[in-house]
């Protein structure tokens, strides 16, 4: 009698685990693929490949960067959407195709909202306000004068048409009441370039993109676009300082095609969580001005949608369209 109960014991566990097993082992089974909407070596990419990389090492499987660059980031992120949805392909997005891509593009090929499953917010960073050093803005009131002062004369240079530093400088504009001329460029290292160079007369671009220019003293550092001053840069205010209200963050974050299973989207989110609850994880990000995030996809699924619909009011306002 008792080793009728042992045997049906044991049978039970082992039926729990054959239930469990393909939950816990049957993803991934190939190698996973990011794909990220810009070329090689942008911030999308560097925190692309920091994470590809940790989670190669716990799954034993490829996690490989895939770069598809083109229309602001919107061409992976199409791609992404029409992928099997088995979480073997996977978006690595940003503000661009994820957030604000539905208000400029008027036959944009999918939807930020819908056609993603949001599996968690990797990274979250400020944007910096920045002259040329020789400029005669000594702050952000300055720069708002002078742009009162030559309307539509007063030039910035951004990252790409309904890029973060695009839309954060219209908003800024539209609560400054100023209208000024943008210059795009592809990327935040060539809009800094053209700052350096004087052919704009400001720009906004991420903090670590910002740091060697600003130590070997060619630009200054007018304001954050985060609600409080960044620890990074400690003498340089919030934009806040001086438009009550204003706050501008940039994130990337790991986005699925719409129908992956929960299971899925739910271990990427454990694992990606772990790996940024590391300390060496959290360090090298912090080598480059970001702030670990970590959200839930409930979390990240409610925080996305809010973002559409505060940018998309932005861009409309702004008149700004990318076709």
Request: overall charge positive.
């Amino acid at each position: 009698m008792q080793m009728n109960k042992v045997a049906i014991s044991l049978c039970a566990v082992t039926m729990m685990l054959a239930t469990a097993s393909p939950h816990a082992q049957d993803y991934p089974t190939k190698p996973v693929r990011f794909v990220v909407g810009y070329t090689a070596g942008g911030s999308n990419d560097t925190v692309a490949r920091i994470v590809a990389q940790k989670l190669t090492e716990i799954w034993g499987h490829n996690v490989v960067v895939d770069n598809r660059a083109g229309a602001g980031g919107t061409i992976g992120a199409d791609q992404v959407v029409k992928a099997q949805p088995d979480g073997h392909t996977l978006f690595v997005g940003d503000f661009g195709p994820n957030v604000v891509a539905g208000g400029l593009y008027a036959k944009l090929p999918y939807d930020p909202a819908n056609d993603f499953a949001h599996v968690t917010q990797i990274v979250s960073f400020p944007l910096v306000l920045l002259v040329p050093a020789g400029s005669g803005a000594a702050g952000v009131k300055d720069l708002i004068e002078q742009a009162r002062a030559r309307p539509g004369m007063i030039k910035y240079s951004s990252s790409g048409i309904g890029s973060s530093p695009h839309l954060f400088i219209e908003k800024m504009n539209l609560m400054a009441r100023v209208s000024t001329v943008p210059v795009h460029y592809k990327g935040g290292a060539p809009a800094l370039v053209g700052l350096v160079g004087a052919e704009v007369d400001y720009t906004m671009v991420s903090v670590s993109t910002a740091l060697a220019q600003i130590g070997a003293g060619k630009i200054r550092a007018l304001a954050v676009t985060s609600a409080q001053p960044s620890p990074r840069l400690p003498n340089v205010p919030a934009l806040a300082s001086v438009l009550p209200g204003y706050e501008a963050i940039s994130l990337h974050g790991l986005h699925a095609p719409a129908q992956t299973p929960a299971r899925i989207v739910n271990k990427l989110y454990q694992d990606i969580n772990a790996i940024l609850r590391r300390p060496d994880v959290k360090e090298r990000f912090d080598s480059i001005a970001m702030d670990v995030a970590g959200s839930t996809p409930e979390e990240f699924t409610v925080f996305v949608r809010k973002q559409i619909e505060a940018w998309t009011a932005v861009a409309k306002a702004a008149n700004v369209r990318a076709d």
